[in-house]
Every structure is written in C-alpha cells, then in structure tokens.
C-alpha cells in the first residue's frame, strides 16, 4: 500500500480510523484516474472522427455518418453480441 508500514494501533476506534481514512484516499485516486481516463477517451474520440472526416474528404467527400453514430453502433453491438 504505497510502500508505507500498518502503523500499530492502540484502539479499535484508531485502527478504524485510519483504514477509513486510506480507502477515502484510495476512492479519491479512483475517481481522479476515471475523469482523466474519460477525458482522454473523448479527445481522442474527437481526434479520431477529425481525421476520419479528413481522410473521407481527401477520398472524394463520401457521405459520413452522424457524430457518435460509430459510438452508437459499437454499443449495439456490444449488447446484442452473444
């Protein structure tokens, strides 16, 4: 757990403390980790459908599909994949 020792306890209360006190920090990295993960996901999100437009266009301008229809169609498909 981040290199440090389980310090020795004098009381249950203490003890509980401290391990209350650890998860809240570890839930806190958690939820800091997944807002960063997410925000690189829709830049790169983005970054992918401008280069997939680029690459139509330079490709004569065949018609593209809505924005998050790639999304949306990934998403049916994982529900309804066996």
Do not use: H
């Not at 403390?17 to 998860?23: D, Q, R, V």
């Not at 990295?29 to 830049?43: H, I, K, N, P, T």
């Not at 401008?50 to 330079?58: K, M, P, R």
């Amino acid at each position: 757990m981040d290199g440090e020792d389980i310090p020795d306890f004098s009381s249950l209360k203490e003890e509980t403390a401290y391990w209350k006190e650890l998860s809240l920090k570890y839930k806190q990295r958690a939820r800091d980790e997944l807002v960063e993960f997410q925000e690189g996901s829709r830049e790169l999100e983005a970054e992918l459908e401008a280069q997939l437009v680029q690459a139509a266009c330079s490709g004569g301008c065949w018609a593209l599909p809505s924005p998050g229809t790639l999304r949306d169609i990934n998403t049916g498909y994982f529900l309804f994949s066996p």
